[in-house]
């Protein structure tokens, strides 16, 4: 079986997983992840923070979104364009549909590059401990973060950290991978922390 099919066949288990997992064990997971990136050295270095705005059944950022504002930080969503690529848009608060549905910025809103010493918070269907991430196929971040220097880092409820996943060449692992058990960092990087914890996969 070629990669793209293993990848395939992975996300159809892995969304089925999804829809049969408990909402309120989730929102639980979500607490505790947003716990832990709101301790984490990078986030609160940060003055920018590129983030997702959450669709059910996504690690929930709202909270992390209102964060960040609430100490000042400049936030930003992604916005897809038909070309398949993204931007960076400033987040003030303003959210309109866009495509997939998912909500963003209105047309309009800065447009922003991340740049060293900001952090990006990047969503997927699951992650494995090199930091390599399985996304819902799009391709989309990988494009972006092939093309950006910051630290990235993946957030995922520990039932969807795995031990591998099916990698090509352009497959752009992420610093670190944050869980409701912890912080898992596949390898060091400025203003993470300096000893590897790994958290176990379920």
Same mark, same amino acid.
């Given at each position: 079986?070629?990669?793209? *099919?293993?990848?395939?066949?992975?996300?159809?288990? $892995?969304? @089925?997983?999804?829809?049969?997992?408990?909402?309120?064990?989730?929102?639980?997971?979500?607490?505790?992840?947003? &716990?832990?990136?709101?301790? /984490?050295?990078?986030?609160?270095? @940060?003055? +920018?923070?590129?983030?997702? %705005?959450?669709?059910?059944?996504?690690?929930?950022?709202?909270?992390? $979104?209102?964060?960040? =504002?609430? =100490?000042?930080?400049?936030?930003?969503?992604?916005?897809?364009?038909?070309?398949?690529?993204?931007?960076?848009? *400033?987040?003030? !608060?303003?959210?309109?549909?866009?495509?997939f549905g998912i909500p963003e910025p209105p047309r309009?809103?800065?447009? #922003?590059?991340? &740049?060293?010493?900001? $952090?990006? /918070?990047?969503?997927?269907?699951?992650?494995? +401990?090199?930091?390599?991430? $399985?996304?819902?196929?799009?391709?989309?971040?990988? +494009?972006? #973060?092939? *093309?950006?220097? %910051? %630290?990235?880092?993946?957030?995922? =409820?520990?039932?969807? /950290? /795995?031990?591998?996943?099916?990698?090509?060449?352009?497959?752009?692992?992420?610093?670190?991978?944050?869980?409701?058990?912890?912080?898992? %960092?596949?390898?060091?990087?400025? !203003? #993470?922390?300096?000893?590897?914890?790994?958290v176990p996969s379920r």
């Amino acid at each position: 079986m070629s990669i793209s *099919r293993e990848k395939e066949a992975l996300r159809a288990d $892995l969304r @089925a997983r999804l829809s049969q997992s408990d909402p309120a064990e989730n929102a639980a997971c979500d607490v505790r992840i947003t &716990q832990q990136v709101l301790s /984490l050295p990078a986030f609160q270095a @940060a003055e +920018r923070v590129f983030a997702y %705005c959450s669709v059910v059944p996504e690690v929930d950022t709202h909270a992390l $979104l209102a964060q960040a =504002r609430r =100490r000042g930080k400049t936030v930003a969503l992604p916005v897809t364009q038909s070309d398949g690529q993204m931007q960076f848009a *400033r987040y003030d !608060g303003a959210l309109v549909p866009g495509r997939f549905g998912i909500p963003e910025p209105p047309r309009g809103a800065q447009i #922003l590059l991340p &740049q060293p010493g900001d $952090l990006m /918070l990047v969503p997927a269907l699951a992650y494995d +401990r090199a930091g390599r991430r $399985l996304g819902r196929g799009g391709g989309y971040y990988d +494009r972006f #973060l092939a *093309r950006v220097d %910051c %630290c990235a880092v993946g957030l995922i =409820r520990a039932a969807f /950290l /795995l031990d591998a996943l099916p990698a090509e060449w352009n497959d752009v692992p992420v610093s670190a991978v944050i869980t409701e058990d912890g912080i898992f %960092c596949p390898q060091e990087k400025p !203003g #993470l922390p300096e000893e590897p914890r790994s958290v176990p996969s379920r």
